[in-house]
């Protein structure tokens, strides 16, 4: 199913890759992919392990070549450009700084490929390194920076080009959670602040969370959702990006009861109400997101006996008793140390939030 | 109580014991040697060689064959070592056999195979007249050209497989990174891979030198005694005119230039890998 906002981004569609596909050795990792990004987005790839997320991104900077389809950049195909004349940045994820250069060279590096005036270079090196606040290691070997550090001077090398759109792949994930959290927030406000078009690829859905305007949620090789993350979370496109964006209450079931606009699905918790038109008959999932359920009747209310409950701090986690596939889930606010595991209690929550998909076999 | 680096560094010891007894000892002995006569300090020994226009040329051939030999070595090799360090699999395997078979056959079964193609009948003539590019045979055994092609040969994996082990070991990213910030192959090439190759470069220009320098085996057969070489005055010097003074002494020179390259690619190597 195709997200209706990927079609309505056709207004604004600064970067189009159209029908694209790539087989490698006769094994296609992605095919007929469209791809569209407006100017000055940020915008995610968040799917799992080998769902060709860092394939497109190399076919979008021409690393890759692709076997069908079309890459367009401001208008220009640029399919068939050779990816040194691109003007597209790449941040690799283990940053590829060059090791017999120092930062200030690294940084220059770009500078120089493209014949830039070597007076220009001192003043826009200084610029780029106070931009990623790394003034002060300007003569240090790259060998001798933290992962942090040289993520930043992996950034400024990348910008000081000034390039049409920046690409990085999983930059973050070669660093620890604090630090990843801090250079999240530092990289967007930077990005945000140049006007720069980006694409993040990533498998840490809070990760794009944070850092992208829209993310597009891929699954071998196919885009399930491209939306804002509030979109996404709230109205998942598929069973599949429900899971793989947030947590929910999940169970299967059978449609019993039709009509209105709603069906009744009978499940191995009982009867639920969710919106939607499907044939009697159908196999469907439903899904809840945990902090729509509350612990006492609701539209609709399942007796669930307690597995665990997780004090989190902030919020409590009811982990309720269920055989796969499905999951009972319930995050209430606030520490709620009165339940115990081995207690029932009831999951209410109301029609209008109840999201259905019909089960795929 | 010894620190753990150097209790570890007693490993060494069997290693470095054996160097010494059966390496430094009878070397530093032969350098003694060359600066005595009669048992009194005397540089009388060098002063006469180097005063000999026929122990010069000698010294400048010796010198001139292993400079050449090292750089046409390394014209071949480097190419080849870029070709293996993007090779995978199957290929890469047909490479490295490629590179060490050849080790295994000795120098004098490579000498007559090299007879055969070089000779004035030989299959390198024969081509080249049938092709009609030469009238006549052109002698190629028994030269300098011949000696250094062959010496070459021989010491190609010398100078390969370094360099193919610092162009192994370099992030396969740095290529794409380059590209991506707008430089073409040949600035990538210019700028990144060959600085980031030096060290290997220097190293096999280290282990062809000092080998070809020394060597004795091939030039005795391929070019004779006709063109000496200071490994081969030094063997006449020990073996037929039982002069150990002059022997000595140009063992003597042979070391000291050994040295110097050995202390200069290291020192070489670590000013090139110091910022890495
Ligand atoms: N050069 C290649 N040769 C053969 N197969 C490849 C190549 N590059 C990628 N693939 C295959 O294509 C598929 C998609 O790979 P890709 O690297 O795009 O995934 P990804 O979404 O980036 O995954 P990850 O999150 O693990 O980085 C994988 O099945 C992978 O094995
Ligand atoms: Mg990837």
Same mark, same amino acid.
């Given at each position: 199913m195709k997200d209706p906002e990927t079609r309505d981004m056709g207004s604004n569609k600064y970067l189009d890759v159209t029908a694209v596909g790539k087989a490698f050795k006769g094994t296609p990792v992605m095919s007929d992919m469209d791809f569209r990004v407006g100017r000055g987005e940020l915008v995610s790839l968040l799917g799992p392990s080998g769902c060709g997320k860092t394939t497109l991104l190399r076919i979008i900077a021409g690393l890759t070549a692709a076997d069908t389809g079309e890459v367009m950049l401001d208008g220009r195909?640029?399919? $068939?450009?050779?990816p040194h004349r691109r003007n597209i940045s790449v941040v690799f994820q283990s940053y590829a700084l060059f090791p017999h250069l120092t930062v200030a060279e690294n940084v220059a590096f770009g500078l120089r490929a493209r014949g830039?005036?070597? *007076? *220009?270079?001192g003043p826009k090196v200084a610029e780029a390194l106070a931009l990623v606040r790394m003034s002060d290691f *300007?003569?240090?070997?790259?060998? *001798?920076? $933290?992962g942090g550090q040289q993520q930043r001077v992996a950034v400024a090398r990348a910008l000081i080009v000034d390039p049409v759109l920046l690409l990085l792949d999983e930059p973050f994930s070669a660093l620890d959670r604090k630090l990843r959290e801090t250079m999240q927030v530092e990289l967007k406000t930077l990005l945000r602040a140049r006007n720069m078009t980006a694409i993040f690829v990533t498998h840490d859905q809070d990760e794009a969370m944070g850092v992208s305007d829209r993310i597009a949620v891929m699954s071998a090789g196919k885009i399930e959702q491209f939306a804002s993350p509030s979109e996404l979370y709230a109205r998942p496109a598929s069973a599949f990006v429900m899971d793989f964006v947030g947590l929910s209450t999940r169970l299967t079931g059978k449609v019993v009861e039709t009509g209105a606009g709603r069906i009744t699905v009978h499940t191995a918790h009982g009867s639920v109400t969710a919106p939607g038109d499907f044939a009697a008959g159908t196999k469907v999932t439903i899904g809840v997101r945990p902090e729509l359920i509350r612990t006492e009747p609701g539209e609709n209310t399942i007796s669930v006996t307690l597995e665990d409950a997780m004090v989190l701090g902030s919020k409590t986690q009811l982990h309720g008793r269920a055989e796969d596939p499905n999951r009972l889930l319930c995050e209430l606010p606030g520490m709620r140390s009165s339940l115990t595991p081995g207690e029932t209690v009831n999951f209410g929550w109301s029609i209008a939030d109840t999201l259905v998909y019909e089960a795929s076999t | 109580m010894i620190r753990r680096a150097e209790r570890i560094g007693f490993l060494a010891l069997p290693g470095l014991s054996f160097l010494a007894i059966i390496y430094a000892l009878p070397l530093f002995m032969l350098l003694l040697k060359s600066f005595q006569i009669d048992g009194q300090f005397s540089i009388l020994e060098y002063v006469t060689f180097f005063s000999d226009n026929y122990s010069m040329s000698v010294l400048w051939r010796t010198l001139r064959v292993a400079f050449l030999t090292t750089g046409l070595a390394l014209l071949i090799a480097y190419p080849t070592a870029i070709i293996m360090a993007r090779a995978k699999g199957i290929w890469l395997s047909v490479f490295l056999v490629a590179m060490v078979l050849p080790m295994s056959v000795g120098v004098i079964v490579k000498a007559f195979a090299w007879s055969i193609l070089f +000779?004035? +009948?030989g299959v390198l003539n024969d081509t080249l007249m049938s092709l009609g590019l030469t009238e006549a045979p052109i002698r190629m055994l028994f030269t300098e050209t011949a000696l250094i092609i062959g010496a070459a040969n021989v010491f190609l994996p010398f100078m390969v497989l370094p360099i193919y082990t610092v162009l192994r070991q370099m992030d396969s990213r740095l290529p794409e990174a380059t590209v991506s910030l707008g430089a073409t192959p040949v600035f990538r090439f210019m700028n990144v891979t060959l600085p980031l190759s030096l060290p290997g470069v220097v190293a096999g220009c280290a282990f062809t030198f000092s080998l070809a320098i020394s060597m004795y085996v091939i030039p005795s057969l391929i070019v004779g005694e006709r063109q000496q070489t200071l490994s081969m005055l030094t063997a006449r010097s020990f &073996?037929? &005119? +039982?002069?150990e003074a002059l022997g000595a002494t140009i063992s003597s020179i042979l070391l000291i230039i050994a040295i110097s390259v050995v202390l200069g690619s290291s020192w070489l190597a670590s000013r090139l890998g110091a910022r890495q």
């Open positions: 195909a640029i399919t $068939s450009v050779p830039v005036n070597k *007076a *220009a270079h *300007a003569e240090r070997p790259v060998a *001798a920076l $933290s | +000779r004035t +009948r &073996l037929y &005119l +039982r002069n």
